[in-house]
């Protein structure tokens, strides 16, 4: 399979499309994500779908200690530049990551208010909103799309380093990167219930089509090992998946944080979970990225909390990196790759 692989074509050299490797190869450079909280909350925590939230969800085992609603978001972004600069002293550029809650749960002017002071600070090149499919509607939609093809900040600029149209290394940006990233978490309404998600598959369809219909590059985001899931369903939700006119997808592992009702639900109905050991998830994984299509760009496949928001770490405290090279490993072990069960 060894040249199968290679006719593939992935980001530098892997067996699967990496979401770092396709911001290098496109813009020439390594864009880290800078995560800020700017104060939302969610529908089915304020009442309007809900209570309490999703079961799994303590929003603090999520975000890192610079992010925190009480600060500007400028102060957000600067103190997580000099955070990540720790570990990637050569990059350059970063994306505003609203990630805690729904990111779109507000009315229009108020969202404009809040990307564009994002957008406001020099390192900044661009936008990745998080959020909830219900959470979005044409309006909000129409205003991204405007903001990506350079309708709204007209004397906005950012130089990268990537290889421009008159093969200069100088590639010049007039207007801002914008993702945006859903929330899906399962593609099961039973289990979309069962988890107080407060929306159905249908409403994931309708608003991946409607950010489709405008160009908005769009991420995803799954958790593996949902109570009642199989390991049999967790592969076939590929096929489903695979439909979605997504950019990229990140997959977690799921971790029982403490304090949440998936907790207690955990201690009353530990066989309604599939857990994984580190090696069998690392396998199970790449089950799932045979099933995948090849043009789909893998952000993550494992995630990592806090060790004091859990009981335990069953995987220890291995990092992401470690995690990366894990999957590289057996990948060529198996010698195979994203994709190759896709007909």
């Excluded at 909280?37 to 089915?44: E, H, Q, S």
């Excluded at 993702?179 to 899906?184: F, Q, T």
């Amino acid at each position: 399979m060894q040249s199968d692989f290679q006719k593939m074509g992935f980001p530098e050299g892997k067996r699967y499309n990496s979401f770092v490797g396709y911001f290098r190869k496109k813009y020439g450079e390594r864009l880290q994500k800078i995560v800020i909280d700017a104060g939302f909350t969610c529908p089915n925590r304020d009442g309007l779908v809900g209570r309490g939230g999703c079961t799994y969800c303590d929003n603090a085992a999520f975000h890192p200690s610079y992010s925190t609603a009480g600060k500007s978001l400028a102060r957000q972004i600067d103190e997580g530049i000099e955070f990540h600069k720790v570990r990637y002293r050569n990059t350059e550029h970063y994306l505003a990551y609203f990630q805690s809650f729904s990111n779109t749960y507000a009315p229009l002017e108020r969202l404009k208010e809040l990307y564009l002071e994002a957008l406001a600070h020099p390192d900044v090149v661009g936008i990745v909103i998080g959020t909830r499919p219900d959470c979005v509607d044409e309006g909000k939609l129409d205003f991204l799309a405007d903001l990506t093809q350079g309708k709204v900040l007209t004397d906005w600029s950012r130089t990268l380093a990537g290889w421009a149209d008159d093969g200069s290394h100088r590639l010049m940006r007039t207007a801002p990167i914008v993702i945006v990233e859903y929330g899906i978490e399962s593609c099961y309404d039973t289990t979309l219930s069962r988890i107080n998600r407060g929306h159905d598959f249908a409403a994931v369809r309708h608003a991946v089509g409607m950010t489709a219909e405008r160009g908005i590059d769009m991420g995803a985001h799954f958790i593996l090992g949902l109570p009642g899931e199989s390991r049999e369903m967790m592969l076939e939700e590929c096929g489903l998946i695979n439909e979605l006119p997504l950019l990229s997808a990140k997959f977690h592992q799921l971790q029982i944080v403490k304090g949440t009702r998936m907790e207690k639900e955990f201690a009353e109905c530990p066989g309604d979970f599939e857990r994984f050991a580190l090696d069998e998830y690392i396998d199970f994984f790449i089950d799932m990225l045979e099933r995948l299509r090849p043009g789909l760009f893998i952000e993550r496949f494992a995630g990592e909390v806090p060790p004091r928001f859990v009981n335990e770490t069953p995987w220890g405290l291995i990092r992401n990196a470690e995690l990366l090279r894990l999957l590289d490993t057996r990948l060529a072990q198996r010698d195979t790759f994203q994709g190759r069960l896709v007909h």
